[in-house]
């Protein structure tokens, strides 16, 4: 995120358990281990919600304390890691994966700041992103902070966050142990990699936007007092002002709940407050967890830092503002408010005044993505179906595309309010990822090599974009990669990725990991299911609440169009998501088991009606609801997969897979599900919950964690899918 660009942008007692895991086949083809996952308990609570009856078997789980526990989910990681080792052509597999990706580059994020681009990239053979540094117009890069070379608590470290100053002489940062995400806050300067004395503890989420003349910086930081994995963990943050080489815990208070009443927010919300360089005024909102529309207020700096501040409205949630772009006094908003493809309107930021807000951009059949201002300009992300294309609209309101070397996505867009240009990451499906700067005097984007491309032959692959048909007639985007040429006879294990979530789009992008499946004949395919922003805002509220089930079963329909094309059957079929895709893929799985030879769930969420009690539930009520409304539980009683689960159901094999530090979705959801499924399925497939000890939600998991990860599910489709070389002897 740019300063200039804000977005909104996881042995036991079988008390009535019923031993279903007991002398199937596919138990026999691990030799060491345990002989059989452990059973859960099943210890029923029964609530009245609505005037329905809700049974939960497993809220135990939701104790950590309960002594069953640990034993249980150490009990099916261990069995799960037997079952997975025990696959022919798994090690071989995993080595692949290795080579491959050790073999690429990657960019994660890029900031140019003080004639400086700042980036965190991971080098070939590397194990973990690294912040680099180089002249913006050319040169050498320069290592700036290697979280390889440190360990906390016993675990690997990973950089979450970072922004550099608007000097370039400083960078901002927070780090966290195991992929837990629980940053802490670090100063560094430039130019002699030493680091100041202060840490700032609990900024998860800190947001931090510099003072203009580089003296301290805005953040936001979580209340003092509860830990990670209470339900109030991310309740009641406020936004502070730290100033350089002081101590934090005297940080200057700038924005909390109620602290002013023309500013009134809910304790999930997460204020931050941003400045410019070229403005002498500030802009501050109570950023609603998931949601993408927030309200914003400005301020003059001055009176922010005298701790007097006169704060205006901007905007309030119902003006469905989703990003804003600040250049001097001048503040652009991206708004899909009567416009759900988005329109951009300019206020001042000393006298906002939406009714009278200046038309920049109207609303088109394009989607407008984002917004981002630079010194020559406002850069302008529009989206079709997940690909993108960038324009720029000039000081005097003349708009004009800019050419892109490349179709894809851009996954990470770099300006700076003082400088003139834009430097974006971009890649496709079988395009590698590159760093491109877009210089407005040549109206050239060129490959800055920051990001080295792999080398490896992708003229054997081919993309193919195509749609499916919904059941109520919607055309769903569909993207399929696969070897050119391949034999259309229903037999290609295929692997379908889908989301649907928070108005997230299933982008184009590449990942040299692909290759270790394409290069076996398998198909991969990505379905822009609704609940996602494929086609803005509109697409986004079809799979959201009581429309949720259009997100399933797009994917479902997604999969009945790749059968009927003849690029797989339903026993060589595989569905995956991760996160809210676990929703998706839950849901797919518990109303067509019939349809899928196997189903991958990532952190995925499981457990819908009791998510809103976990430490991550109250901000994403915005988007999945609350059972304390009766719409919102009626949504969330149909999302929820647990309850969708049915005794003597002949279930597909499924891997589900939990990281104990996961902050996002807490590793009883995963757990849950895993129990239901097992207890209930009336097949031999298996139902396997893997569990990764020193790792989170994925995000600050090492290279070598995520070959892993892959090894153990790409080996998994191919076993299950009956793939030559990895069926047992």
Same mark, same amino acid.
């Given at each position: ?573 595989? =569905?995956?998501? @991760?996160?809210?895709? #676990?929703? !998706? ?5 518990? %109303?067509?088991? *019939?349809?899928? +030879? ?94 990764? =000890?020193?790792? @989170?939600?994925?995000? #600050?998991? !090492? ?5 892993? %990860?892959?090894? *153990?599910?790409? +080996? ?14």
């Amino acid at each position: 995120m740019s300063r200039s660009g804000w977005q909104r942008r996881d042995v036991l007692k079988m008390l009535g358990a019923i031993p279903v895991m007991t002398a199937y086949p596919w138990m026999a083809e691990a030799a060491t281990g345990p002989r059989r996952p452990p059973v859960a308990r099943v210890q029923p609570v029964t609530e009245t919600l609505w005037g329905e009856k809700i049974t939960d078997n497993y809220r135990w789980m939701e104790n950590a304390a309960d002594p069953d526990w640990e034993p249980f989910m150490r009990g099916q990681g261990a069995y799960t890691r037997k079952v997975l080792d025990a696959i022919p052509g798994r090690a071989a597999l995993g080595k692949r994966l290795n080579a491959l990706s050790s073999g690429a580059e990657s960019i994660s994020a890029l900031n140019p700041s003080g004639g400086r681009v700042f980036y965190s990239k991971r080098p070939r053979n590397g194990d973990n992103f690294k912040l680099y540094v180089r002249d913006a117009a050319g040169g050498p890069e320069k290592l700036l902070l290697d979280p390889t070379v440190i360990k906390l608590e016993g675990s690997h470290v990973s950089l979450d966050w970072w922004v550099p100053s608007p000097d370039g002489k400083l960078v901002v940062y927070g780090m966290s142990p195991a992929g837990s995400e629980n940053s802490v806050a670090q100063i560094l300067e430039v130019d002699t990699g030493k680091l100041l004395p202060e840490k700032i503890d609990r900024t998860e989420y800190a947001s931090p936007s510099w003072l203009p003349d580089s003296s301290g910086f805005f953040y936001n930081r979580l209340a003092k007092g509860p830990k990670p994995g209470d339900q109030d963990f991310f309740l009641n943050s406020a936004a502070w002002l730290h100033k350089l080489r002081t101590d934090p815990d005297k940080d200057q208070l700038i924005l909390s709940q109620s602290q002013y009443a023309e500013i009134q927010f809910e304790a999930a919300d997460f204020p931050a407050v941003a400045a410019d360089v070229t403005s002498e005024y500030v802009i501050a909102s109570p950023l609603g967890g998931v949601r993408p529309n927030n309200p914003w207020f400005s301020a003059r700096l001055a009176d922010v830092l005298a701790g007097k501040p006169q704060w205006r409205k901007i905007c309030d949630v119902a003006d469905d503002v989703t990003n804003i772009a600040q250049a001097g006094d001048d503040l652009y908003l991206l708004s899909t408010h009567g416009a759900d493809n988005g329109q951009i309107l300019k206020v001042s930021a000393s006298a906002p005044d939406l009714a009278k807000a200046q038309v920049v951009q109207a609303t088109s059949d394009v989607i407008i993505q984002s917004i981002a201002a630079a010194r020559d300009g406002l850069y302008v992300t529009l989206m079709d179906g997940g690909y993108n294309s960038l324009q720029k609209i000039d000081k005097a309101g003349v708009s004009k595309a800019v050419p892109l070397p490349f179709e894809g996505s851009i996954s990470s867009l770099g300006v700076a309010t003082s400088e003139d240009g834009v430097w974006l990451l971009g890649s496709g499906w079988l395009t590698p990822f590159a760093v491109f700067h877009f210089d407005p005097a040549g109206n050239v984007a060129s490959d800055t090599g920051i990001c080295a491309r792999p080398a490896i032959d992708l003229s054997v692959y081919e993309e193919i974009r195509t749609f499916a048909t919904a059941r109520d007639g919607t055309k769903v985007p569909l993207s399929i990669v696969a070897r050119k040429g391949l034999k259309k006879d229903g037999k290609n294990p295929t692997l379908v990725d889908a989301y649907g979530s928070y108005q997230v789009v299933s982008q184009p992008y590449f990942s040299t990991r692909f290759i270790a499946f394409l290069e076996q004949g398998g198909v991969m395919a990505t379905a822009g299911v609704r609940g996602g922003g494929e086609y803005g805002k509109r697409w986004w509220q079809a799979g959201k609440g009581l429309t949720k089930h259009n997100t399933w079963r797009d994917l479902i329909d997604c999969c009945e169009k790749l059968i009927q094309d003849g690029w797989t059957d339903n026993k060589h079929l595989a =569905i995956q998501g @991760g996160s809210a895709g #676990g929703i !998706t893929v839950g849901r797919a799985l518990t %109303e067509r088991p *019939d349809l899928f +030879a196997v189903v991958l769930s990532d952190v995925g969420a499981s457990n819908t009606l009791r998510a809103e009690f976990s430490p991550n539930g109250p901000p994403n009520i915005s988007e999945f609801g609350t059972i304390k409304e009766h719409d919102g539980f009626l949504a969330l009683k149909e999302m929820d997969s647990i309850q969708a689960v049915k005794m003597g159901t002949r279930y597909p094999s499924v891997l589900l897979t939990t990281g104990l530090h996961d902050p996002r979705v807490s590793p009883w959801e995963v757990a849950k599900m895993t129990a239901a499924l097992q207890r209930a399925t009336a097949s031999h497939n298996p139902v396997l919950l893997k569990v990764n =000890i020193d790792a @989170g939600h994925g995000i #600050g998991s !090492t290279r070598s964690q995520i070959d892993e %990860e892959l090894a *153990d599910q790409y +080996a998994f489709v191919f076993w299950r899918t009956g793939k030559a070389g990895f069926q047992p002897r």
